[in-house]
């Protein structure tokens, strides 16, 4: 079983999934039960495709999953924003800029799986 709780993209993420669990019990009932949930589901699916990705050999197929949840969960934030369902505008700020982080972190992660040597094919699905 491989370890994933030292990894910074892994921290990062659950602290983000911890802060989505908090801020929406703030979101009106509206929202709390619509983009709520979508983000909710999404910060947790993004924990279990890292530790996915941690264990398995082929990782870049499994990060490329990771960049598609992350482009949705930020597609979610934004219409949170727009909705007008955070509290201020620096939840909304904290919340897209942790995403934008761990998007960098799988981005690195991505380029070092393709230089280890996986197969062409599967590191240059898009």
């Given at each position: 079983m491989a370890q994933y709780e030292h990894l910074p993209i892994y921290k990062k993420a659950y602290d983000f999934a911890l802060y989505c669990e908090k801020i929406v019990r703030g979101f009106s009932r509206y929202h709390k039960y619509t983009l709520g949930t979508e983000l909710r589901q999404g910060s947790r699916q993004v924990i279990r495709l890292i530790r996915q990705a941690n264990s398995t050999r082929e990782r870049a197929q499994v990060l490329l999953q990771l960049r598609s949840k992350l482009e949705d969960l930020k597609l979610t934030i934004r219409l949170c924003k727009d909705l007008q369902a955070f509290a201020n505008f620096n939840s909304f700020q904290?919340?897209?800029?942790?995403?934008v982080d761990i998007s960098r972190q799988n981005e690195g992660w991505l380029r070092a799986a393709k230089k280890s040597g996986e197969p062409e094919s599967v590191a240059h699905q898009t």
């Open positions: 904290f919340a897209i800029n942790e995403v």
